[in-house]
């Protein structure tokens, strides 16, 4: 396996730690901004969107609502511990935009682990009438994981005609 030369490494792994930590920032300091600007039930209308406190106890679409915090939470940050270390060590050997869409991942995951830390539930805001409830950093993890794919899917393969097969 041929691998890029360590002159990659810290510039992509640049790229994940400053792109997770702006991400993850702005989807905490968002949190308690929308707890508060639309407690008492207020709406605000944005279109096909609406702006609708939530709070979700359980993981994607509630699954998981009816276990302890304690577990969500113990399970949440194991497997975004899991998707950093990934990214950190995949980060020198892939293309930017795949560290990017990782970065994006770990950030959305790391904001609702901590915001679950606060209070055992997830602050959820962005409400369109026909999909659950989210955030922000559902959006990262949905946004990063289809770019992903799609960057992954539009790769081209690596030269095989030299390659004894």
């Known amino acids: 396996m041929s691998h ?3 002159t990659t490494a810290t510039p992509r792994r640049r790229v994940l730690v400053y792109v997770a930590l702006v ?8 949190d308690p901004i929308a707890r508060a600007t639309l407690a008492d039930g207020r709406i605000v209308g944005l ?16 699954l ?32 930017t935009v795949h560290t990017m869409c990782l970065a994006a991942i770990f950030a959305g995951a790391t904001a609702n682990v901590i915001d679950r830390l606060i209070d055992g ?3 959820d805001y962005f409400h369109t009438g ?12 949905t ?6 794919i799609v960057a992954v899917l539009l790769e081209r ?4 005609a030299s390659s004894p097969q």
């Open 121 to 123: 539930k997830v602050t």
């Open 143 to 148: 946004c990063g994981a289809v770019v992903l």
């Open 47 to 62: 279109g096909p969107l609406e702006l609708r406190l939530a709070f979700n106890t359980g993981v994607a679409f509630s």
């Open 4 to 6: 890029e030369p360590s």
């Open 64 to 95: 998981g609502n009816q276990l302890p915090a304690a577990v969500l939470i113990a399970v949440t940050a194991a497997i975004t511990v899991g998707i950093g270390i990934y990214a950190w060590i995949s980060a020198p050997h892939h293309h």
């Open 23 to 30: 991400l993850t920032t702005l989807a905490l300091v968002l």
């Open 157 to 160: 393969p690596a030269d095989t």
């Open 130 to 141: 026909w999909w659950p409830t989210f955030n922000l950093a559902d959006t990262y993890i």
